[in-house]
């Protein structure tokens, strides 16, 4: 079973929609959760943490569920600037920032 | 916004070369990272830095790799007799703290060919 693991999509909306990502991820003991975006060919951005009470920020709300060994992000009102992929990354509890990422869901938002 | 700064940008290299990719990591950060992605895969840890030794690596930082704080400002990834499977976008990382929660910053990346 892969660390990380996403549906790669992509994921074609029109500008206003919701969409929804997921991730699973392997490792039980793992202590920190985030979603990441990453544009063609540049760096990974943090776009924010995750936390098991689950968190929003404006548009994006995160959920982690520990049993289930499941993250998940919500876009509401989709903007064509969301276009990019969106990475989940999961750091160990090695206790330095091992960052464990998977291979990201691309996003495509249309006019 | 203080930022994690790379280079070179890209570098081509030909195949048994050595290539030193280079990183200033945010002035008050202690913690050092380099990570890769191979074009179209994931985002993978190479190693982790702090107080001028490794305190991690992964399976792929094997010996041909290694990495440096050779003064107060910069880090380096070294990568002495390079393969066509190293081609890359190495990142350069750091954190303030080592805790899990504390925020990573990514630099811009550089770009490697080897040919």
């Known amino acids: 079973r892969k660390e990380v693991e996403q549906d790669p999509g992509p994921f074609n909306v029109p500008e206003g929609a919701t969409v929804a990502f997921n991730c699973t991820y392997s490792?039980?003991?793992?202590?920190?959760f985030f979603w990441y975006r990453q544009d063609c060919r540049k760096e990974p951005k943090l776009l924010m943490s995750v936390y098991s009470s689950g968190n929003e920020d404006g548009r994006f709300t995160a959920q982690l569920n520990r049993a289930s060994q499941y993250i998940s992000l919500l876009i509401r009102d989709s903007k064509l600037s969301d276009s990019a992929t969106y990475l989940c990354?999961?750091?160990?509890?090695?206790?330095?920032?091992?960052?464990?990422f998977g291979t990201g869901t691309r996003l495509l938002v249309s006019p | 916004e203080p930022e994690v700064t790379q280079t070179p940008s890209h570098q081509v290299t030909q195949m048994g070369q050595e290539v030193i990719l280079r990183c200033v990591p945010i002035s008050n950060h202690l913690y050092f990272y380099w990570y890769r992605q191979i074009l179209g895969q994931k985002v993978e840890f190479l190693v982790s830095f702090y107080n001028n030794e490794i305190s991690e690596k992964s399976e792929i930082f094997d010996d041909q790799f290694s990495v440096e704080r050779p003064d107060g400002s910069n880090f380096t990834l070294k990568i002495r007799s390079t393969k066509l499977e190293d081609s890359a976008m190495y990142f350069c990382?750091?954190?303030?703290?080592?805790?899990?929660?504390?925020?990573?910053?990514f630099g811009e990346g550089s770009w490697l060919t080897v040919v």
């Open positions: 990354v999961v750091n160990g509890n090695t206790g330095f920032q091992k960052l464990v």
């Open positions: 490792n039980s003991a793992s202590q920190s």
């Open positions: 990382a750091s954190s303030e703290m080592r805790d899990s929660g504390n925020t990573i910053y």
